[in-house]
């Protein structure tokens, strides 16, 4: 959520920052919706000061004999006064509440307007893979080697869903292997969290309300909408451990990863091209997420892009770092990298890790603050993910950029630990 005090202060520099996101503002109502919030809050103070001042007298005058009536009939007057007042506030909040709530984070300073087209590639790692035979696609590979089944997976789950099988589970299994061992060596803390959360963590994400329908609902009462949802993303369920608390300065930085499969309802047709897993409603990540000062999170973005590009050098995949534009970058965020990997049959980069920095937009909707050692004033924390990594695309780079010309597969050295195998045939 974007702090109100600066579109008070400063409203054309908020509405050109979303414009660099194609978001069309105009605050003139939410800054009158604002004004006479302050007003009825004022107005409401001093009632209830003059009430009290008032009643305070009451017994005295009691006490002399005095008639106090018309003193009793002015103060039910007041009282009234003060419910409408508190109605009208509680409808005008709801209002502005509800205005902030549809709009996204401010892009960060140096990240470029427009959409995808004008993404930034900032580094490329390895030479694109050549091949002296005829190369398969991913879904032939997986198929001739028994590593997926599509077939079975469809009609256990319906279209977008497979199955691991045999060494194909296997691998899927070594790439969380590798990520989990690696990020407990970089010193972050493992977590396990519940696929189903609660509404409120949606809405701390900044998925909700905007985006509550990207996600599968779980209808828990009938007539109340849906109270739970299974999670697109473990950021959604790490950016909710610490909702409504207070760190302490030396708490920080917060820094944890997680594993969960992800489900998504990815509405809209897929493209020919994304066959296989390339999108689905179900695929497996690892997560990372810290907490940070404000004044450390720009590093912390720097350390988790690095971190996910380790992860992606390791396996020896060609692929790329590319610094999103303003209108691809997600709604809570204020700037994100794609680490994406080159998928040969397509042709094109596919993104296994987005790193991103929400600075407070997140920790203001989620109440998550910090007290400062040297003040003991406290502030919001900045919050910060990455994926680290996802495992649908990089399954198919694997297969796809390590294949051999007899329709083998050579498994990456830091995964043949857990394979059991150096090469899948």
């Known amino acids: 959520m974007i702090d109100i005090n600066l579109i008070r202060q400063d409203p054309e520099a908020v509405r050109q920052a979303?414009?660099?996101?194609?978001?069309?503002v105009d605050f003139f109502e939410l800054l009158s919706w604002d004004a006479e919030r302050r007003t009825l809050i004022s107005q409401g103070d001093e009632l209830r000061s003059k009430r009290n001042r008032?009643?305070?007298?009451?017994?005295?005058?009691?006490?002399?004999?005095?008639?106090?009536?018309?003193?009793?009939?002015?103060?039910?007057?007041?009282?009234?006064?003060i419910k409408e007042i508190d109605s009208r506030l509680t409808e005008i909040e709801a209002q502005i509440k509800q205005f902030l709530d549809s709009l996204p984070n401010m892009p960060d300073d140096d990240v470029v307007a427009g959409g995808k087209e004008r993404n930034e590639v900032v580094r490329v790692w390895g030479e694109l893979p050549q091949f002296d035979f005829p190369a398969k696609d991913h879904i032939e590979l997986a198929l001739s080697l028994g590593l997926v089944d599509y077939e079975r997976g469809a009609k256990l789950g319906g279209n977008g869903f497979w199955i691991y099988t045999g060494?194909?589970?296997?691998?899927?299994?070594a790439l969380l292997n590798y990520f989990v061992e690696a990020h407990l060596a970089d010193g972050y803390e493992f977590i396990l969290p519940p696929h189903i959360l609660t509404y409120d963590c949606g809405y701390t994400a900044g998925q909700f309300p905007k985006f509550s329908e990207d996600v599968f609902?779980?209808?828990?009462?009938?007539?109340?909408?849906?109270?739970?949802?299974?999670?697109?993303?473990?950021?959604?369920?790490?950016?909710?451990?610490?909702?409504?608390?207070?760190?302490?300065e030396s708490d920080l930085p917060k820094r944890y990863f997680a594993y969960t499969p992800c489900y998504r309802r990815e509405a809209g047709s897929y493209r020919a091209q994304e066959r296989g897993m390339i999108r689905g409603h179900q695929f497996n990540k690892v997560e990372l997420f810290q907490y940070t000062r404000p004044e450390d999170s720009a590093a912390a973005l720097e350390e988790m892009i690095h971190k996910a590009e380790r992860l992606v050098q390791g396996l020896g995949l060609h692929?790329?770092?590319?610094?999103?534009?303003?209108?691809?970058?997600?709604?809570?965020?204020?700037?994100?990298?794609?680490?994406?990997?080159?998928?040969?049959?397509?042709?094109?980069?596919?993104?296994?890790?987005?790193?991103s920095n929400a600075k407070d937009f997140q920790a203001r909707r989620g109440g998550m603050r910090f007290r400062r050692q040297a003040t003991g004033k406290t502030e919001?924390?900045?919050?910060?993910?990455?994926?680290g990594l996802a495992t649908s695309r990089l399954f198919p780079a694997i297969l796809e950029q390590c294949q051999q010309a007899d329709g083998s597969v050579v498994v990456p050295e830091p995964l043949r630990k857990w394979t059991g195998v150096d090469v899948i045939r």
């Open 167 to 173: 060494k194909g589970a296997r691998l899927e299994w």
């Open 380 to 387: 919001l924390v900045h919050t910060l993910n990455a994926s």
């Open 18 to 24: 979303l414009a660099k996101r194609q978001f069309e």
């Open 217 to 248: 609902h779980i209808e828990a009462d009938e007539g109340r909408g849906f109270q739970q949802f299974l999670l697109p993303t473990a950021e959604t369920a790490l950016v909710n451990l610490h909702r409504d608390e207070i760190l302490q």
């Open 54 to 81: 008032v009643s305070d007298q009451i017994p005295a005058m009691k006490r002399q004999g005095l008639d106090v009536s018309s003193v009793l009939a002015e103060m039910k007057a007041v009282s009234d006064q």
């Open 319 to 355: 692929h790329r770092v590319s610094k999103l534009a303003a209108a691809d970058v997600s709604a809570s965020m204020a700037k994100t990298y794609d680490i994406e990997v080159w998928i040969p049959s397509m042709k094109e980069y596919k993104e296994v890790s987005s790193a």
